[in-house]
């Protein structure tokens, strides 16, 4: 079997309110070519688009690859890393048996698990708006996404 291709990919959202308009981008790397993206929704949250931007990410992929994801979302890395397997075993919700309560955006986390199952991923967290020059690209391309 071929080895799988090594990707570096760097993921933002970017909101204008909380809810409100909002962008995600996205920095895709493979060895010394780069492939940026980027979108927006007219009502959404901060969480979606972080979430969002990671599902445009791997939809980007057209093979399995092994994946260096970076955010500077604990929300999305904790979600997909950690919550995500209680939210499975609840039946995509959150909380404890018998006391369940709706997943918000279950329906990004779920099309995310779906999306990474092919690959290998490693997920890391920066801090964000301090200068990871990576992080500050893919900030700038969430913000130039939101519609006015």
Known sequence: MAEKPDVVIYTD???SGNPGPGGWGVLLRYGSHEKELS???KETTNNRMEITA?????RALKKPCRVQLFTDSEYLKKGITVWIKNWKKLGWRRGSPGKTKPLANADLWQELDQAVQKHIVSWHWVKGHAGQEENERVD???RRAIPD
């Not at 990671?54 to 791997?58: G, R």
């Open 13 to 15: 959202g970017a909101c």
């Open 140 to 142: 700038a391309l969430a």
């Open 39 to 41: 979108g927006s929704e």
């Open 54 to 58: 990671a599902v445009q990410a791997f």
